[in-house]
């Protein structure tokens, strides 16, 4: 079954704490892995796009990997603002038109 | 430019009543997708177009719920005889074509059913 899962939940840093989100994925035929941030009452603010094994993109503290099973979002030396929820979701050859969703990781950073 | 926009920003009503929930996407896009999310949750699918036509519409949960796109620009999403089940916030998104490329999301309209 096609499915895409984030971890962990939840989690919380101290500002200036790095660490990793993971995105793992089954899916058959990936056409792309997409990371969006959510901020409370909002709709998802598109951050990266990857498309093959070995990839990486940056973006002022984010930078997002890709591997033939995963996806990770590092965030090195997080601030308050970072605090969101991370989405994940892929778009696979069965069905190009949807995108799968994770249930997303929860981040929160503390001052 | 303009982003995806969407109206009301808050919808409350009665179980039973008709709504409408409007989206205008960025302009020059020809893709346009409705989710529905809720809390703690990821989007969930619910109607894809292409232009003016629906062209994967299997994520609308029942006939109470039907989408409309008459130009190719402004898509209304229409619920009738809604239920507290329906509560959630709608979202739209918009992409420049329908198959590769980026999605971006709207604001989002929270329904609230009583």
Known sequence: EDQVTQSPEALRLQE???????????????????????????????????????EEKEKERLKATLTKKESFLHITAPKPEDSATYLCAVRHAGNNRKLIWGLGTSLAVNP | GAGVSQTPSNK???????????????????????????????PEFLIYFQGTGAADDSG????????????????????????????????????????????????GTRLTVL
């Open chain 1, 16 to 54: 200036g704490e790095s660490s990793s989100l993971n995105c793992s994925y089954t899916v058959s035929g990936l056409r792309g892995l997409f990371w969006y941030r959510q901020d409370p009452g909002k709709g998802p603010e598109f951050l990266f796009t990857l498309y093959s094994a070995g």
């Open chain 2, 12 to 42: 409350v009503t009665e179980k039973g009543k008709y709504v409408e929930l409007r989206c205008d996407p960025i302009s020059g896009h020809t893709a346009l997708y409705w989710y529905r999310q809720s809390l703690g949750q990821g």
């Open chain 2, 60 to 107: 609308l949960p029942n006939d109470r719920f039907f989408a409309v796109r008459p130009e190719g620009s402004v898509s209304t999403l229409k619920i009738q005889r809604t239920e507290r089940g329906d509560s959630a916030v709608y979202l739209c998104a918009s992409s420049l074509d329908g198959v590769s490329s980026t999605q971006y999301f709207g604001p």
